[in-house]
């Protein structure tokens, strides 16, 4: 029942840092977990980045370690990827998803029930 929506990508070169947000309506998202996917040209889906409900535990990829971070502004009801030193191959769609209940395994896309339309984040060299 909770809708997302991201915003906050765009064109930026190699070094830059953008911030994408993801705002939620219809319901509270500091009660859900909420992971962050890219989806790169011509390549499937992948994780990138998520914060549990409850314990707040933020898990991410290997490819972002250090130069991303997952945070909630519950009193905006969103949550932010800051998103740091970016190089091309950050270049991707990014989607916010969220789940209500306990995720078991974060990186996986089919754990997350709601997902927002994306965004689009294009970083040149």
């Known amino acids: 029942q909770v809708q997302l929506v991201e915003s906050g990508g765009g064109l930026v070169q190699a070094g830059a840092s953008l911030r994408l947000s993801c705002a939620a309506s219809?319901?509270?998202?500091?009660?859900?977990?909420v992971a962050w996917f890219r989806q790169p040209p011509g390549k499937e889906r992948e994780f990138v980045a998520a914060i549990r409900r409850v314990s707040g535990i933020t898990t991410y990829a290997d490819s972002v370690k250090g130069r991303f971070t997952i945070a909630r502004d519950n009193a905006k009801n969103t949550v932010y990827l800051q998103m740091n030193s970016l190089n091309p191959e950050d270049t991707a769609v990014y989607y916010c998803a969220a789940n209500s209940f306990t995720v078991l395994v974060v990186k996986s896309i089919d754990a997350y029930d709601y997902w927002g339309q994306g965004t689009q984040v294009t970083v040149s060299s």
């Open positions: 219809g319901r509270t998202l500091s009660t859900y977990t």
